[in-house]
């Protein structure tokens, strides 16, 4: 059974940085591109990058490109998502995805997805 399990949410200042990881289990991680996404309700899902298991190739989105950093370790099994410059907006529901392919072009060539965690920019 695979399973994505999401930790580091919280409130934080604007401002300030969080770092959330991912500790994936049940696949073989050295073999899946890793993604965050964000969702905030009534707008929909945003990608914010991933990391590709091929290259290492990383795609980020404009919005938080220079502020957010994807990294992952394939021994530990996990990918970490490093944000700096926190700004209201970046408030959301932060996912981390698994997809099989090495450039994912769309959700939906996502195969799996992790349960979320809340990232709150507030002062």
């Known amino acids: 059974q695979v399973q994505l399990v999401e930790s580091g949410g919280g409130l934080v200042q604007p401002g300030g940085s969080l770092r959330l990881s991912c500790a994936a289990s049940?696949?073989?991680?050295?073999?899946?591109?890793m993604a965050w996404v964000r969702e905030v309700p009534g707008k929909g899902r945003e990608f914010l990058g991933n990391k590709s298991y091929r290259d290492g190739r990383m795609t980020y989105a404009d919005s938080v490109r220079g502020r957010f950093t994807i990294s992952r370790d394939n021994v530990k099994n996990t990918v970490w998502l490093q944000m700096d410059s926190l700004k209201p907006e970046d408030t959301a529901v932060y996912y981390c995805?698994?997809?099989?392919?090495?450039?994912?072009?769309?959700?939906?060539?996502?195969?799996?997805w992790g349960q979320g965690t809340q990232v709150t920019v507030s002062s």
């Open positions: 995805a698994a997809s099989g392919r090495a450039r994912p072009t769309d959700f939906s060539e996502y195969d799996y």
């Open positions: 049940g696949l073989r991680f050295s073999l899946y591109t």
